[in-house]
């Protein structure tokens, strides 16, 4: 049963947004760190705010939060978080899902959802994963650019996955000392700007391993 409360206590993200504007750039005021305990409402309301009916009910995300706490990050701008990533592995595989991104609306564009993937993925190889999967809408425009960009590549699509027209591609990367080299150099390096995102149909990058 979805527990009563769940829906409260988390502040609007999107008042950052404002200041953001304002001329101060979000990496200066960007933490991106593992899940805690104190998070999961806030990550609630995000996770909403991303994915609408698609977003997991909270006491799934409870459960999400029990079994891989640590494999989901959450990106906070002056304490208020403002996305999310979560991957899964398993102890018995070289082989990782890359199972969600999210950013809120209001602050996409500001290289929030590429510093959260690539921390994600550097974790993944830091604990040994050497190939990353996923799956994503294949009208995900946006999504598919970020994770093409990180070095992931198409290796097969399953026609009508979502309902008639919708498609999902399969994405995979071979994580490197390399590769995560370059993705460090690029988050320090690269500048943050803006820019009006529009639309996009969200997705879940669905693995199927998901616990219940
Ligand atoms: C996908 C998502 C996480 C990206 O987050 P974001 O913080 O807006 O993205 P970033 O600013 O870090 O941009 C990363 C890359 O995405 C691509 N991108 C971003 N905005 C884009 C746009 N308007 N058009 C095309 N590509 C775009 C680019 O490749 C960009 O790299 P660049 O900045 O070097 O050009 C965000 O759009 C989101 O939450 N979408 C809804 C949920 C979803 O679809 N999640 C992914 C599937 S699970």
């Not at 701008?77 to 199972?99: A, E, N, V």
Request: aromatic share 8%; hydrophobic share 40%.
């Amino acid at each position: 049963m979805r527990p009563r409360g769940a829906d409260s206590g988390a502040d609007s993200v999107v008042e950052a947004v404002p200041a953001v504007l304002e001329g101060f750039t979000v990496e200066s005021r960007l933490e991106v760190r593992l899940v805690e305990r104190e998070d999961l409402l806030p990550l609630h309301a995000v996770d909403r705010e991303v994915f609408g009916e698609l977003a997991y009910p909270y006491f799934a995300l409870r459960q999400l939060f029990d079994a891989h706490s640590g494999e989901i990050l959450v990106a906070r701008i002056d304490g208020r978080l403002c996305g999310y990533s979560l991957t899964m592995t398993s102890r018995t595989s070289d082989i990782g899902w890359f199972q969600g991104l999210g950013v809120v609306p209001g602050l996409r564009g500001h290289r929030i959802g590429r510093r959260l993937a690539c921390d994600a993925l550097t974790l993944l190889f830091e604990h040994g994963i050497q190939h990353v999967r996923l799956a994503v809408r294949e009208e995900n425009i946006v999504a598919t650019n970020l994770y093409e960009s990180l070095g992931f590549h198409r290796t097969s699509k399953e026609v009508d996955y979502f309902g008639s027209g919708e498609n999902r591609v399969l994405m995979t990367c071979r994580l490197t000392q390399a590769i995560i080299r370059s993705w460090s150099a690029e988050v320090s390096s690269t500048p943050v700007r803006t820019v009006d995102v529009g639309a996009v149909a969200p997705d879940r990058a669905d693995a199927p391993s998901t616990p219940r």
